[in-house]
């Protein structure tokens, strides 16, 4: 495939995939090396193994960090410590998407950024949805679970002033309803304790 042809064929997509591309198993071995040589020449950018974005001036679309990390890990959704900077419910800057998936932890990083995937049960694996960025939409948690997902994989012990450290900021923006909702799905003692502590008892009461 020639790569006009290709850019024709597939210029409009934002991030595509290697598979989308291949049929069979000679054409498969072809494409890849013409996927190699165009990240060579500097035509496409490789996000993760199999999976592309186009360089500019041939892309259409910027691709979000956000977006990226939807789609080098499916099914994934963004939480945790980057969708708490996300929401500025902390005041230090985070310069990994951090995101939780039913899949196995991985690591990635790529000209767009780093991209850090927690393991999490399929159990928990709720309390995100759908939203609008541009022209896509992104999986995100809501800001009630992105707090519930950072206290349950954080280690050690969580005591008032480990989370005063944490400098905690703009919590009016949470659900209580939510919160609570979220906390009885989740039914883990260690966070009934923790949302019983300043300032989040103000949402259990």
Known sequence: MKWQDFLKRFGNEIIFES???????ARSRNIQNRLYQWVMQGKLIKLRRGIYTFCAPYRKETPSSELIANRLVYPSYISLTYALFFYNLIPEGVFT???????????FTNPFGRFRYHHISADYFWGYYLLDQGSHQISIAYPEKAILDFFYFLKGDISSDRITEMRFQNLDQLSAERMIDYLRKFNRPKLYRIMQLAPFNKFIK
């Open 19 to 25: 598979g989308s591309i291949s049929v069979g198993e």
């Open 97 to 107: 998407v951090t995101n939780v998936t039913t899949d196995r932890g991985q690591f």
